[in-house]
């Protein structure tokens, strides 16, 4: 069973910063694509960031390249978001998500219809 487990969420001011971590269990991350998906309450989960698991290829949204980094540890199987600069428009709840098939796919469109599994999210408030 695959889990995923996020953790890192809180409350920062605006030009703060914040790191998010997911820690993946019951899953081989060889060829997978994982991604940070954030999501506001009415309105549609956007894609922050999406990463293949094996290569370390990236794929940031418009609106946080620059600001956030996505970073892998093969060793512990973590993803990490690190988050600076930071805008009341990046609040939101934030989520981990992997897909072990397609990888390549997956990572190109990240978008969330294709991803299977899902952490239970951690909330994510920047204060101006």
């Known amino acids: 069973q695959v889990q995923l487990v996020e953790s890192g969420g809180g409350s920062v001011q605006a030009g703060g910063s914040l790191r998010l971590s997911c820690t993946a269990s019951?899953?081989?991350?060889?060829?997978?694509?994982m991604g940070w998906f954030r999501q506001v309450p009415g309105k549609e989960r956007e894609g922050v960031v999406c990463i293949t698991w094996r290569t370390g290829l990236t794929k940031y949204a418009d609106s946080v390249k620059g600001r956030f980094t996505i970073s892998r540890d093969i060793s512990k199987n973590t993803l990490s978001l690190q988050m600076n600069s930071l805008k009341p428009e990046d609040t939101a709840m934030y989520y981990c998500?992997?897909?072990?098939?397609?990888?390549?796919?997956?990572?190109?469109?990240?978008?969330?219809?294709?991803?299977?599994?899902w952490g239970q999210g951690t909330q994510v408030t920047v204060s101006s």
């Open positions: 019951g899953l081989t991350l060889g060829d997978t694509a």
């Open positions: 998500a992997a897909e072990g098939r397609d990888a390549y796919s997956s990572w190109r469109s990240c978008t969330g219809g294709v991803f299977g599994s």
